[in-house]
């Protein structure tokens, strides 16, 4: 995959910086940074992603970043996201297994 297939304009929606995850890392990006195609949770009529390594949904898409307005953040995420492969981004949510099985 070159690096204009990792993150394009349209790929934007798919890639998410959580800020819980932010928070209790030290601000390492790169453990707050996940790329998911799963349908968002709707928490008072409001989409919202769920983060795979927490389960919060104090996240936004890297698209939101970009119609912010919060461009030197959005490209300091972007180049972060193409230094790795994306399979490095795709985080399973807990207790998710390959298999698609969930176990509790």
Known sequence: ????????????????????????????????????EAPPVL?????WERCPRCGGTNTKSFQQLKDEGSHSALWGLEQLVRKRPRRHFEVKAA??????????
């Open 95 to 104: 207790g998710e297994f390959l298999s698609g099985e969930t176990h509790l």
């Open 1 to 36: 995959m070159g690096i204009l297939g990792r993150v394009s304009k349209s790929d934007r929606k798919f890639w998410f910086v959580c800020y819980t995850c932010m928070m209790h890392t030290g601000h390492d990006a790169e453990r707050s940074v996940f790329y998911s």
């Open 43 to 47: 928490i008072l009529g409001r989409p």
